[in-house]
């Protein structure tokens, strides 16, 4: 879970997360199921990081879809990870995961049904999290930054959330790979 490269860290993680089990030791930002715990106590990370690296796994690709998972990777300056946030949420009343989407990533409804937390309090809890790394001056990656943004705003908006992250505010690996 070492990385030379900082931009490695975001092929394990849009890779592998959710695909193969963590080793035991590695440690996670938020050690417990329940949404009343406080912010301060699940978000260290945030304020120890120096980059995090974040990826949605979505219902589909409009304008009215939503992301049905978020993992975000938090790396120190030697590209050591210090943590991860990895979680499924639920869907919005009525809204139904793309079959072209569940191709890809193969979470479906049951499965974010089962083991999804409610998206609201989650997207407060990143809310937190990437605001607390803008604050600080560090580095937010994605690899298609317009694409994950879009998607979280999206997703916000359907649960209630005031969201303020914007491709502007985050390193895009693809749009980089083009220059």
């Given at each position: 879970?070492?990385?030379?490269?900082?931009?490695?860290?975001?092929?394990?993680?849009?890779s592998y997360a959710g695909h193969y089990q963590l080793p035991s030791d590695t440690p996670q930002v938020f050690e417990s199921n329940t949404e009343e715990s406080a912010i301060s106590k699940e978000l260290p990370?945030?304020?120890?990081a120096d980059f995090a690296v974040f990826d949605t796994e979505t219902s589909g690709l409009s304008s009215t879809d939503c992301a049905v998972q978020t993992a975000v990777g938090f790396f120190d300056s030697d590209g050591?990870?210090?943590?991860?946030?990895?979680?499924?949420?639920?869907?919005?009343p009525g809204k139904k995961i793309g079959y072209g989407a569940f191709k890809i990533h193969k979470i479906s409804e049951k499965k974010?049904?089962?083991?999804g937390y409610r998206a609201a309090p989650e997207?407060?809890?990143?809310?937190?999290?990437?605001?607390?790394?803008?604050?600080?001056?560090?580095?937010?990656?994605?690899h298609n930054a317009s694409f994950d943004t879009r998607i979280?705003?999206?997703?916000?908006?359907?649960?209630?959330?005031?969201?303020?992250?914007t491709k502007?505010?985050?390193?895009?690996?693809?749009?980089?790979s083009k220059v």
């Open positions: 879970s070492d990385f030379k490269n900082p931009l490695d860290a975001f092929f394990w993680l849009g990370l945030c304020e120890i050591k990870a210090l943590g991860f946030y990895d979680k499924l949420w639920k869907l919005p974010v049904e089962a083991h997207l407060r809890k990143l809310k937190h999290m990437f605001s607390t790394m803008k604050k600080r001056k560090k580095m937010i990656v994605s979280l705003l999206q997703t916000a908006k359907q649960n209630g959330v005031d969201w303020t992250l502007d505010d985050v390193f895009c690996t693809m749009k980089q």
